[in-house]
């Protein structure tokens, strides 16, 4: 794992990490997965005359690549314990189910590509407040359960299935109403969000 955050002139801002995670609970030894993330942002107000207008302006903006891990007890489903013993005479005999999904052998996390760009502005002393955020998700080999025929003996099997998209905005305005010296304040806000889901593609053996 590494990380590093860099600024010049308190203006220009960069931070960057990077790491890598091995799980034993995939069935392969491909379990070596890289994550890292890179975000920037500028604030403009500091390049401009200072002003009672436009008191705070930052453009932001971020990429990162997240797997998603799975629990162990996903991928190697445990026996069930029965609720009701067996039967035989006079005895008892404890029950127990064998697991009804199978893992595909070479399944793999599925793995998050994130996009992300925005702004916020303050106003007026810092009395109005805007931001605009747009996101743009990724999400490539999803695991996904999928049916099999009563014949295989399970109901169903875990496989990476399907890549999804997800894109959308945020915004967000608020204001100051009231302001006192007692520290009395009223501030109110506005939010409106809008996100599209998509799925891209699905395993071709579906």
């Known amino acids: 794992y590494a990380t590093t955050s860099l600024g010049y002139k308190n203006t220009f801002y960069?931070?960057?990490?990077?790491?890598?995670?091995?799980?034993?609970?995939?069935?392969?030894?491909?379990?070596?997965?890289?994550?890292?993330?890179?975000?920037?942002?500028?604030?403009?107000?500091?390049?401009i005359a200072k002003n009672d207008i436009l008191t705070f302006f930052k453009v932001r903006g971020g990429l990162a690549q997240i797997p998603a891990d799975l629990d162990a007890r996903y991928t190697?489903?445990?026996y069930r314990n029965g609720t009701q013993p067996l039967s035989v005479g006079s005895n008892f005999y404890p029950t127990a189910y064998?697991?009804?999904?199978?893992?595909?052998?070479?399944?793999?996390?599925?793995?998050?590509?994130?996009?992300?760009?925005g702004l916020d502005l303050k106003f007026l002393k810092n009395r109005i407040s805007f931001s605009g955020t747009y996101y743009n998700e990724k999400r490539n080999d999803e695991p996904i359960p999928v049916t099999l025929p009563s014949s295989s003996g399970a109901l169903d099997i875990l496989i990476n299935s399907a890549?999804?998209?997800?894109?959308?905005?945020?915004l967000n305005l608020s204001g100051d109403v009231f302001r006192s010296s007692t520290g009395f304040n009223w501030t109110t806000s506005l939010n409106f969000a809008k996100n599209k889901s998509?799925?891209?593609s699905v395993n071709e053996n579906l």
């Open 98 to 117: 064998y697991p009804t999904r199978k893992i595909d052998q070479d399944l793999k996390p599925a793995i998050n590509e994130n996009r992300e760009f």
């Open 14 to 47: 960069v931070d960057a990490s990077v790491r890598n995670d091995i799980n034993s609970a995939y069935l392969n030894t491909n379990n070596s997965f890289l994550s890292y993330s890179v975000g920037g942002s500028v604030l403009i107000h500091e390049l």
């Open 163 to 170: 890549k999804a998209k997800r894109e959308g905005i945020e």
């Open 76 to 78: 190697n489903p445990e």
């Open 198 to 200: 998509t799925i891209v």
